[in-house]
């Protein structure tokens, strides 16, 4: 059935629409209510006639009309034998129709809030959802605490830490007395004589191994081997215990470096030999 085609009371339609175009309502959402309105009203006052009777009956009381003038027609007895045959297949064609448009509408009950549970004897055939807080879908955003802006924070901090390194430095070069010393005589050769102690690991390497060793392949190693460590060792996590390679390596190359210094420092005595500090004293100066 068209929209156009379906029972309406009028009295109610008009009286809906002006009250609705009098609420300043657009004229086409006021003729929506007013004709809903109206459909409601009219099937209250004819509830013998169905909802779906009208629709359904259409294509019946077609089929029945067409038939009709063919049975009225004059014709011969095996013309009447087939519209009588035919008259009852119209009729059982619009039966289910009708069953549909007079069905009583099966309303489901109310919800009592109880968790529903399968018969005595019956097999578990429900599941339940389970039930995801909020916070567990949403998408959680980064907190200010997450990150440090340069300014002011990061350069407060790195201020402060200069300043106070600095005052350090003013009251040791205050209280401690750092001569210089006298000019270097070519004529006479200190012994031992050391290196600086950033320079004493690679001049503790000269004493086992031939120049061309110590002084260039070995720090060319470590050289390359240190630029190519990032690209080695991928992990993005900052934990210690997640970085085994770089905190591996780190150590082994932290440790050779200490060791050798340390070496040159206090183990060696006059001509670069041997000795033992706690015997023959320590031949280390700053």
Request: no cysteine; proline share 10%; glycine share 6%.
């Amino acid at each position: 059935m068209a929209r156009d085609d379906t029972p309406l009371d009028q009295e109610t339609f008009d009286r809906t629409l002006e009250a609705e175009l009098a609420k300043g309502t657009d004229r086409r959402v006021a003729e929506g209510r007013a004709r809903s309105a109206a459909v409601r009203a009219y099937r209250v006052a004819h509830p013998e006639e169905g909802h779906a009777a009208p629709g359904a009956a259409a294509p019946a009381a077609a089929m029945v009309s067409s038939v009709a003038p063919a049975a009225a027609a004059p014709a011969a007895a095996p013309a009447a034998a087939m519209a009588s045959s035919v008259a009852p297949a119209a009729v059982a064609a619009a039966a289910p129709l009708a069953a549909i448009a007079t069905a009583p509408v099966r309303e489901a009950p109310a919800p009592t809030g109880n968790v529903p549970e399968a018969k005595k004897g019956a097999p578990e055939k429900h599941r339940l959802l389970a039930l995801v807080p909020p916070e567990g879908i949403q998408r959680v955003e980064r907190e200010q605490g997450d990150r440090v802006n340069v300014w002011p924070h990061l350069l407060l901090e790195e201020f402060i830490a200069m300043f106070i390194v600095l005052v350090g430095l003013v009251i040791f070069s205050a209280f401690i007395n750092a001569p210089l010393r006298e000019l270097a005589n070519p004529n006479l050769t200190p012994n031992p004589s050391k290196a600086p102690w950033y320079f004493l690991g690679l001049q503790e390497l000269l004493r086992y191994f031939h120049p061309m060793i110590a002084g260039i392949t070995i720090p060319t190693f470590i050289l390359v081997g240190l630029a190519a460590v990032p690209y080695v060792d991928r992990n993005p996590s900052v934990r210690p215990g997640d970085r085994k390679i770089a905190i591996t390596l780190f150590t082994i190359l932290f440790m050779f470096g200490a060791t050798l210094t340390i070496a040159g420092s206090f183990f060696r005595g006059p001509g670069y030999n041997w000795v033992w500090p706690w015997a023959q004293g320590v031949f280390f100066e700053l």
